[in-house]
Structure formats: structure tokens, C-alpha cells
């Protein structure tokens, strides 16, 4: 079984810095995209940033320039966010496509329990 566990949630000032971790768990051989998706109540889970493992990044035009999306393994990725707004209060939710683990199984889509980001004063 696979599972992606975000962190890095938490209460932060306008103009204030978060960091979110999401990191797989099992015998992973590879998983070809990471994402970060987020959803305000009674709303659409939208994309906030996605990398492929061939390292092709996607942003949603309401994070370009503010937020950043690395990977630094195969299991783990980053969304680095800077200059948060209070309409960026969202629970943040980290999704994995395409998880092949060694036994040749494909796990898609994998979705985590979401971490909460509020930004208020």
C-alpha cells in the first residue's frame, strides 16, 4: 500500500513564509508526478503546482512568482510559499500519480489527508 503524508501546515501573518513536505511511504520505485492541490469549504480541489520526475513544472497563475514546487527524491516533495495572502487560506493537499512500487504494481491516484494553511493577522 502507498500513502503521501504532508506537514508543514500552520497560522502564518499576511506577507509570511510556510514550507509543506509531502513524503510517499513504501517500497517505491518511482512515481511520475507530485502535486500540491488545495480546496476552501464547498469548493473545487484546484492545482496549486505540479513536477513531473522528468522535472516539468506547472503553476496556477494565483501562485506564479510567490510559490515554488521542488522535488529532491523520488519520494518526497516541497511547496515553498512566500508572500501569503489570507486568500491563500486553503487546506493543502499533496497528490502523487503514477506510484510504482518494485513489485511492478501502479498506484494512481494518491491522495493525502490535506494540511491546513491559514494566513491571517
Known amino acids: 500500500q502507498v500513502q503521501v503524508v504532508e506537514s508543514g501546515g500552520g497560522l502564518v501573518q499576511p506577507g509570511g513564509s510556510l514550507r509543506l513536505s509531502c513524503q510517499a511511504s513504501g517500497s517505491i520505485r518511482s512515481i511520475y508526478s507530485m502535486a500540491w492541490y488545495r480546496q476552501g469549504p464547498g469548493l473545487q480541489r484546484e492545482l496549486v503546482a505540479s513536477m513531473t520526475d522528468g522535472g516539468t513544472i506547472r503553476y496556477a497563475d494565483f501562485v506564479k512568482g510567490r510559490f515554488t514546487i521542488t522535488r529532491d527524491n523520488v519520494k518526497t516533495v516541497y511547496l515553498q510559499m512566500n508572500s501569503l495572502r489570507p486568500e491563500d487560506t486553503d487546506v493543502y493537499y499533496c497528490?502523487?500519480?503514477?506510484?510504482?512500487?518494485?513489485?511492478?504494481?501502479?498506484?494512481?491516484?494518491?491522495w493525502g489527508q490535506g494540511t491546513q494553511v491559514t494566513v491571517s493577522s
Open positions: 497528490y502523487a500519480e503514477r506510484v510504482r512500487n518494485y513489485a511492478g504494481f501502479v498506484y494512481s491516484p494518491v
